[in-house]
C-alpha cells in the first residue's frame, strides 16, 4: 500500500461497544511538570457552584491580565509524557497494554465529527510500533495552523475585537476556576469557596485519564483530560468515569441560528465525552459582556436524542423548502462512521511491519479521508522522538527478553 482511501459515506455496520474503564492517570501541575501518582488527591477537582453565586452574574473576564497561559508550543508535544505514563503502569502490571491504537482522545473526537464539520483540516500521523498502532497530530503543521489563524484573527479585527476574542477565549478557563473547587466540599473551607473569583486562572494543570474502550474488533487506549469530578471519586479506578464532568462555555441562545450553531458545539462536545465514557457536560452561559447568566446540565447519554429530537434543526421542509441551514445531526451515524474508520484503519496497517510510517488526512477540499506512506526520513524522525520516545523504546525492548 503506499496510498489508499476511505469514502465518506462508509459507515460499519454494527458499532458494538464496550464499556470504557479506566486504566491510571497523571497530572500536570501549575509549573508544566508532568507527574505519574496521586493524581487524583493532587490534581482532581470537583463541581461546586451554588444557584447563589450564578445569580450573582459572575465575571468571566475578571482576572485576565493575570492569565497564566501555556505557550502553544509546550503544550503540543503530549506523547512523551503519556509514554512516560505508560510505561509506569506497564511496569506496576508487568505486562503490556494489550491494545491495537494507542492515541489521544482529541484526535478520535477530531475524526469522529467528520461528517459534520466537513470543512476542518485533519493531518495525523500513524505508526506500527511493538505490535500496536499510535496515533499523533502533524505537530508542525498543528502549530502553523494556529498561528495562522491567530494572525487572521489579528489581522481581520480591531485592536479592541481582537481584545474581545481573547476574552472570550479566557472565560471558558475562568468558567473552570469559579465553578470547582480543589476537595470535595466536605473537605474546602468557606474561605476557599468564597475567594474562588479572585483566584488566578491557568491553563497548566490538567488531570490526564488513560482509558480502554473498543469498538467492533477494535481495541483502543485513549488519553484525554477531565475537568473536575461530579460528587466523588470510587476507589476502584474502573468505576470512576461516569464521576467525571466537562465544562464547556457558550454564549446565551437567543434565536434559531444560535440553536443551530449551539448543536453543532454540542454534537462535538458528546463526541468528546462518549468517547471516554466521561458521564455529566456542564455548560455555562455567558452574555456579550463575559458575565454568567446560567449554567445547563446534561448527561452525556441523553445527548443524541435531545439533538434528534430538536425540531429546530430539522431537514429542510420538502413542501415548503424551508431548510435550518444545516445537516440534521444524527450521532449513531457519527458513531458508525468512527467505527468504520477505527476498523479501516487497524486492518490497512500491518502491526508489525516497523519499516513505514503513515499520514492519515481528511482533505476539506477534495472531501477526501486518506492514508499514505510518508518519507523513510518522517518515518525515522517520528520512531526516534516524535512519537515513540527513547525511553519507552527501550522499556518496550525489556519487555521483550
Ligand atoms: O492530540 C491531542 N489531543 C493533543 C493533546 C495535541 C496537543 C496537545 N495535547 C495535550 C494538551 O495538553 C491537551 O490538553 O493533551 C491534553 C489532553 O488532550 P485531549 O483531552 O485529547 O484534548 P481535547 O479533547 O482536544 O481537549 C480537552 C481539553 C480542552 O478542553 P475543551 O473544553 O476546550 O475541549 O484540553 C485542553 C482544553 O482545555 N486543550 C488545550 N489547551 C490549550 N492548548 C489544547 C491546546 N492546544 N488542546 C486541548
Ligand atoms: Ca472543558
Given amino acids: ?216 474488533q477494535v481495541k483502543l487506549t485513549l488519553a484525554g483530560e477531565i475537568d473536575c469530578c461530579w460528587d466523588y471519586l470510587p476507589d476502584e479506578s474502573s468505576k470512576r468515569l461516569n464521576h467525571y464532568v466537562e465544562l464547556k462555555t457558550s454564549r446565551i441562545i437567543e434565536n434559531n441560528m444560535q440553536v443551530i450553531n449551539f448543536e453543532k458545539k454540542l454534537f462535538k462536545t458528546w463526541c468528546q465525552c462518549f468517547l471516554m465514557g466521561i458521564g455529566k457536560i456542564i455548560y455555562g ?12 446540565f446534561y448527561n452525556t447519554e441523553e445527548i443524541p436524542l435531545l439533538i434528534k429530537n430538536n425540531p429546530l434543526t430539522d431537514p429542510p421542509n420538502p413542501k415548503t423548502g424551508i431548510s435550518n441551514g444545516g445537516r440534521k445531526i444524527n450521532c449513531t451515524n457519527a458513531l458508525k462512521w468512527y467505527g468504520a474508520v477505527v476498523e479501516w484503519i487497524n486492518n490497512s496497517i500491518d502491526k508489525n511491519d516497523e519499516s513505514k510510517s503513515y499520514r492519515l488526512k481528511y482533505d476539506p477540499v477534495r472531501k477526501s479521508f486518506t492514508l499514505s506512506e510518508t518519507s523513510d526520513e518522517m518515518n525515522q524522525s517520528l520512531r526516534n522522538g516524535d512519537i515513540i520516545s527513547k525511553e519507552f523504546d527501550e522499556w518496550r525492548q525489556s519487555l521483550k527478553k
Fill in 1 to 216: 500500500m503506499s496510498s489508499k482511501s476511505l469514502p465518506l459515506n462508509t459507515r460499519a455496520k454494527t458499532t458494538a461497544l464496550k464499556q470504557p474503564r479506566e486504566l491510571f492517570t497523571y497530572y500536570r501541575d501549575i509549573n508544566g511538570e508532568y507527574h505519574y501518582e496521586n493524581a487524583e488527591t493532587e490534581a482532581m477537582s470537583y463541581y461546586y457552584l451554588p444557584d447563589s453565586s450564578i445569580d450573582q452574574g459572575i465575571d468571566l473576564q475578571s482576572g485576565y491580565s493575570k492569565f497564566k497561559k501555556i505557550p502553544e508550543e509546550d503544550n503540543m508535544r503530549p506523547f512523551e509524557y503519556l509514554l512516560k505514563a505508560i510505561k509506569k503502569y506497564e511496569l506496576k502490571e508487568g505486562k503490556k497494554i494489550s491494545s491495537d491504537i494507542i492515541t489521544f482522545r482529541g484526535i478520535m473526537t477530531k475524526i469522529m465529527s467528520i461528517p459534520y464539520n466537513l470543512s476542518d483540516p485533519l493531518d495525523l500521523y500513524v505508526l506500527a510500533y511493538d505490535g500496536q498502532i499510535f496515533i499523533s497530530f502533524d505537530i508542525d503543521l498543528e502549530i502553523q495552523r494556529r498561528n495562522e489563524q491567530e494572525e487572521r484573527i489579528k489581522l481581520t479585527n480591531t485592536p479592541e475585537k481582537y481584545q474581545y476574542i481573547k476574552k472570550c477565549e479566557y472565560s471558558g478557563y475562568k468558567f473552570e476556576t469559579i465553578a470547582t473547587i480543589p476537595k470535595p466540599w466536605s473537605q474546602v473551607s468557606r474561605s476557599i469557596i468564597e475567594s474562588r473569583t479572585k483566584k488566578s486562572t491557568n491553563n497548566y494543570e490538567q488531570y490526564l485519564s488513560v482509558i480502554k474502550t473498543g469498538i467492533g
Fill in 285 to 296: 452561559f455567558r452574555d456579550d459582556n463575559l458575565l454568567l447568566r446560567n449554567v445547563e
